[in-house]
């Protein structure tokens, strides 16, 4: 797996997303609990600024920086570029990055972090009222990321508890990947993540 490509279709795919927020819509309940469309927004651009920063300073502090938010749309695009560029100027091995006082190894992160960025472009889609499945292709790497991602202790603090989908073929990668992740595919606004600091 090319964790850099993983994270440059999740950018994609979450700007697609993120290209639909209207003026006045912010106030918008979204499928993360406590959160409207602003601050989900609010949240992913942290999520951007954090592995920016781990992938340019070596670190990610537990608490990154918050900056203007204006247009959502241009000031996503201008992080995801930066992120982008960042992580191709990494040396081919990688680089260890430190997440709060632990080591993690770069191409880790990034796989991480398009798992976060995909799921959360999934929920702004909702939120604007104008859902957009993840990628298949897409959707069937990130799961099991986020399988080895997520543990039971993540449950009822980043993560609702996982939610059944259909049974067998007629579940597609995408309602899998976001119900592993405890989004409700008939009602999905309001649970699926929990408020928590930048997670990466």
Do not use: K
Request: charged share 25%; with cysteine; glycine share 12%.
């Amino acid at each position: 797996m090319n964790s850099g490509e993983l994270l440059e279709r999740s950018l994609a795919y979450a700007l697609g997303s993120v290209a639909e927020t209207e003026p006045g819509s912010l106030g918008r309940a979204t499928p993360c609990a406590r959160w409207d469309l602003g601050e989900l927004l609010g949240h992913l651009d942290d999520a951007l600024d954090a592995l920016y920063e781990g992938v340019t300073g070596g670190r990610i502090g537990l608490f990154p920086g918050v900056g203007g938010r204006l247009d959502p749309v241009c000031g996503f695009r201008r992080r995801a570029c930066a992120l982008l560029g960042a992580f191709a100027a990494l040396p081919e091995d990688g680089c260890r990055v430190t997440v709060g006082d632990r080591p993690l190894d770069a191409r880790v992160m990034a796989a991480a972090g398009a798992v976060e960025i995909a799921v959360h472009g999934w929920d702004v889609a909702q939120a604007c009222g104008r859902p957009r499945p993840v990628p298949a292709a897409l959707a069937s790497e990130l799961l099991p990321v986020a399988r080895c991602l997520v543990g039971d202790e993540d449950r009822g603090v980043r993560f609702a508890e996982p939610v059944d989908v259909r049974p067998g073929a007629h579940a597609s990668a995408s309602d899998r990947l976001v119900a592993f992740l405890g989004r409700r595919l008939d009602s999905s606004l309001g649970r699926g993540c929990r408020t928590s600091p930048p997670s990466l």
